[in-house]
């Protein structure tokens, strides 16, 4: 494994982490994001905004400062209440080296009274292990989820898992849907083992999905590879937006793959952790809107690594 302090033309001073099967580029000036990432030789998979775009509007609480898109794999927190979850992680990033990998380690958001961390390990099958954190600087519990955001680069589709569990007379799901999603968008394959989300930059409507994934995976296919995205859902739990451990929402520029963990209570002083393994294959063609592709094209990546 080779770990290299870099400076990017566009995102200034960054990480750069390989080993030798999967390269990533996290920012250090900013975030910290993971801008870039991609089996070595080939595309970066994450969307990146280039003209560094505020999100959402400026907010008195933060003084004038204002959150920015940058693109690539963030840590937020959920529900999705305003201003909170629109906190600005403008600073610089405090880098530490663990075992295989770095942390990377937010300033305080000193109105949330939390500070954010993502350590970033590689293991030698090219697996990245993504472990997120959040931690109580404040003198009283906070209640939130961890909320874990890859901003997926135009032209792909991301395939996700439906629950094939026999519930004989009840219900063995359940899906939420954001006001401004439409049923019948085009992009959506409502399947009977798998449901897909297709990203068109020519369609600039937004659309959002939730549900709880119980499988613990979701697949992305763009650029000549599949991004696979592993995590863990305990059912006793309960979790943001209805109940959903994984969401996803497109518009013309890009797709998110966002997972969440469950709401907790985070005393002073304590911690909470949310974790992904990310695992890329190489993958020539991209799936049709056939379960028998679906199965053809994903359940080996799947079954390699469970």
Request: negative net charge; contains cysteine.
């Amino acid at each position: 494994m080779t770990i290299t302090k870099t400076n990017h033309p566009t995102w200034g001073n960054c990480i750069h982490m390989t080993n030798g099967t999967v390269e990533l580029l996290v920012t250090t000036d900013y975030g910290p994001r993971v801008i870039s990432a991609n089996l070595c030789g080939m595309e970066n998979i994450f969307y990146q905004d280039t003209e560094k775009k505020p999100l959402g509007e400026k907010f008195e609480v933060f003084g004038g400062d204002i959150h920015v898109l940058y693109g690539g794999h963030r840590l937020w927190i959920a529900p999705e209440i305003l201003p909170r979850c629109y906190h600005p992680d403008n600073a610089p990033v405090t880098c530490e080296s663990v075992s295989g990998g770095m942390k990377f380690i937010a300033s305080v958001e000193e109105q949330n009274h939390i500070r954010k961390s993502i350590t970033v390990t590689l293991g030698e099958s090219g697996k990245v292990n993504v472990l997120h954190q959040v931690e109580n600087v404040g003198l009283w519990d906070v209640n939130l989820s961890l909320w874990c955001l890859s901003m997926l680069d135009k032209g792909g589709k991301l395939i996700m898992p439906i629950t094939q569990q026999d519930t004989g007379l009840l219900p063995n799901r359940n899906i939420s849907l954001w006001a401004y999603s439409n049923m019948a968008d085009h992009r959506v394959y409502w399947g009977k083992e798998y449901m897909t989300l297709q990203q068109d930059e020519n369609t600039a409507a937004p659309i959002k999905i939730g549900y709880s994934n119980g499988d613990g995976w979701a697949a992305y296919f763009n650029k000549g590879q599949a991004f696979v995205k592993y995590f863990d859902y305990d059912s006793s739990q309960s979790y943001p937006d209805n109940g959903c451990n994984f969401e996803t929402f497109t518009n013309d520029v890009m797709l998110e793959s966002e997972t969440l963990g469950p709401l907790v209570n985070i005393a002073p002083g304590a911690c909470a952790t949310h974790s992904e393994t990310w695992v890329f294959h190489k993958a020539d063609t991209m799936p049709t809107n056939d379960e028998c592709d679906f199965a053809k094209q994903v359940k080996g990546f799947i079954a390699a690594n469970q």
